[in-house]
């Protein structure tokens, strides 16, 4: 999951060094304070304030859930991982759920870590909408903020095929920064952040002597960026290799999606999304339905953004072709030469309904607030609509469901996360498709699921369609794969997405553990 207000466009959209010396074999510490989030001030975040308690003491519960055609006995553990630096000083407590089977062995069992995005949101996305044993049913043309926070269980959850332990970095949930303001600096960084991510990982299969597990990694949004790097750092700096990784609505490369109106590939890159939400109008989406949008945007298309606006004919036919596709106005593309943009995608699209839609996901929409206006300030259908029930919801499980009683704010999105990002230095923006090149290269039995929805506008599956067509084939088999579902960033939000992304990531699991086995 991705918030707002960061420094470039696409990062404004997403919400989405030093690297801090972090122990992997640091002790846990009882008396660390919490860190309260202040008001962010224009542009400015204020520093953290020390709240007056701790984090609570690890909380495990066991648990038995009656699902479809089966029933699951496991035991839930909310804890914290103090990590501390070179001289032992706690520097952070990172936040965990984990949840593990009690039927099978835990030398072989695997163990997949979970991580959101934003960078300032929680792991609660992916815990309590999509794999996690119980589920807050969200599906729908529209999501209330005060829908219901009920939680139910969840048939596709993956604790069916692996364990799961869900991390919310430091800032987000209930994790904090305790050593000071050189420490928040050094997490709140590209770099920073994975340091600790791997430190947490390695602290975790140490302390519940996991090491032998197999190992994955599911990632959303800025999650889903930070898989490649993590797998890398687990590689390189903790003895740690991940058999496979998940990686749902990702960017891989901010700097190529974020060129703005002179870079014509961040158009094409969003055209087959604008098609699947004419489509969707229509009936079911597929790559096979839009193989004629696909096609275009990375051939006529491209060749005639290429030729620019000084070129008449080509401007005409664009124009002509984009409202064809997407079902605009043709008046519209034709004013903005063919070149659409996201936020005119938000409220042109049922402007005649007076209605906007979600950057998440084009096929939810709300009133629009200003309808008689020229432009309009609103909050996105899907993204702020679902903060309530989400945090009601997450809160509501940990307190009661798993007895983890944490004083203070849980915090499902923090802004001021993103707003003191530090996104490293130099002219370009941060990309992680070099790093999941040299996982894959050094580690031939790595597997990849890309896993995007049709409607999402944020993050759309077109570009990781083509950047990862740079990919070299690195080995005889294929093992990166892209799958796109019905829906938008959170396409598991809907039941029958939901249910076939778990078939497709337990397929790649199975491949995973194979050639593992065979090696």
Request: overall charge neutral; hydrophobic content about 40%.
């Amino acid at each position: 999951m991705m918030t707002r207000a960061l420094r470039l466009p696409l990062y404004a959209a997403l919400m989405l060094s030093l690297a801090l010396p972090l122990g992997a074999n640091a002790q846990e510490q009882g008396g660390g304070r919490e860190q309260a989030q202040g008001q962010q001030e224009a542009r400015r975040p204020r520093p953290e304030a020390r709240d007056a308690q701790a984090l609570p003491a690890e909380s495990v519960t066991r648990h038995t859930l009656q699902l479809p055609g089966r029933t699951l006995s496991f035991t839930a553990t909310a804890g914290h991982l103090t990590l501390a630096d070179q001289q032992g000083a706690p520097q952070a407590e990172i936040g965990f759920v984990a949840y593990t089977r009690d039927d099978a062995d835990p030398a072989t069992r695997p163990v997949t870590f979970a991580v959101n995005g934003g960078p300032g949101a929680s792991s609660a996305y992916l815990h309590l909408l999509a794999i996690g044993p119980w589920q807050l049913p969200l599906g729908g043309p529209g999501i209330s903020p005060s829908a219901s926070s009920t939680l139910v269980p969840n048939a596709e959850t993956w604790l069916d095929f692996t364990d799961l332990v869900f991390i919310d970095p430091p800032g987000t949930g209930y994790s904090r920064v305790v050593g000071g303001d050189q420490a928040r600096e050094r997490f709140y960084s590209v770099q920073g952040d994975i340091d600790g991510l791997a430190a947490a990982t390695m602290r975790w299969l140490k302390e519940k002597n996991r090491l032998t597990s197999p190992k994955f990694f599911v990632g959303e949004s800025y999650g889903g960026f930070r898989g490649p790097l993590l797998a890398q750092k687990l590689q390189s700096d903790q003895g740690i290799g991940f058999s496979g990784l998940v990686l749902v609505s990702p960017v891989f490369d901010f700097d190529w999606l974020d060129q703005g109106s002179g870079a014509p590939w961040t158009n094409a890159a969003l055209l087959p999304s604008l098609a699947a939400e004419k489509l969707s109008r229509e009936g079911p989406v597929s790559r096979d339905k839009l193989q004629e949008a696909e096609t275009y945007a990375s051939g006529e298309y491209l060749v005639d953004l290429m030729r620019g606006l000084q070129d008449k004919q080509a401007v005409e036919r664009v124009s002509r072709r984009v409202a064809d596709l997407s079902g605009l106005n043709p008046e519209l593309t034709r004013r903005l030469a063919g070149r659409i943009d996201m936020r005119t995608v938000q409220r042109e699209l049922r402007r005649d309904s007076s209605q906007v839609v979600s950057a998440y996901d084009t096929n939810v929409a709300i009133a629009d607030p200003n309808p008689t206006s020229q432009s309009s300030r609103f909050e996105d259908p899907v993204l702020d609509g679902m903060t309530a029930p989400l945090t009601s919801a997450i809160i509501q499980h940990l307190t009661q469901t798993l007895n983890y009683k944490a004083e203070g704010r849980y915090n499902l999105l923090n802004g001021s996360i993103n707003g003191a990002w530090r996104w490293g230095g130099g002219r370009n923006g941060p990309e992680s498709l070099e790093e999941l090149r040299q996982a894959l290269s050094l580690d031939g039995n790595l597997r990849v699921l890309v896993a995007h929805g049709f409607t999402d506008l944020v993050t759309p599956y077109y570009a990781s369609q083509l950047l990862l067509n740079q990919l070299p084939e690195l080995g005889p088999q294929k093992r990166v794969a892209l799958a796109v579902y019905e829906g938008g960033h959170m396409f598991y939000s809907r039941q029958a997405s939901r249910q076939a992304f778990k078939a497709d990531v337990q397929r790649l699991f199975e491949e995973a553990l194979r050639a593992r086995a065979a090696d």
